[in-house]
């Protein structure tokens, strides 16, 4: 399964000759390039899958997917992580 987290994007830099931002993702920060979306700015929001801001989402949109992630986390039965499927 894939999925696509949204972001706000902080900060934009060239480097090397590929377009890269500092993304936040409630309060964590990443390293995203931003090749495949030539038109984001500072402070828009951002559908990232893979290290890749794959489109431009409106900020209602991303605040209610970033709402909902964070009620379906309430269910979880406890931390998942890759150690998790190892020992399964």
Known sequence: MCLGIPGR??????EQGTRMATVDFGGVTK???????????IDDYVIVHAGF?????DEG???ESLRLFA???AFA????DDRDEAEG
């Open 9 to 14: 994007v902080k900060a934009t830099r060239d």
């Open 31 to 41: 390293e995203i390039c931003l090749e495949f979306t030539p038109e984001v700015t």
């Open 53 to 57: 801001a794959i489109s431009k989402v």
């Open 61 to 63: 949109a991303a605040l």
């Open 71 to 73: 009620a379906m986390a």
């Open 77 to 80: 039965p406890g931390p998942v």
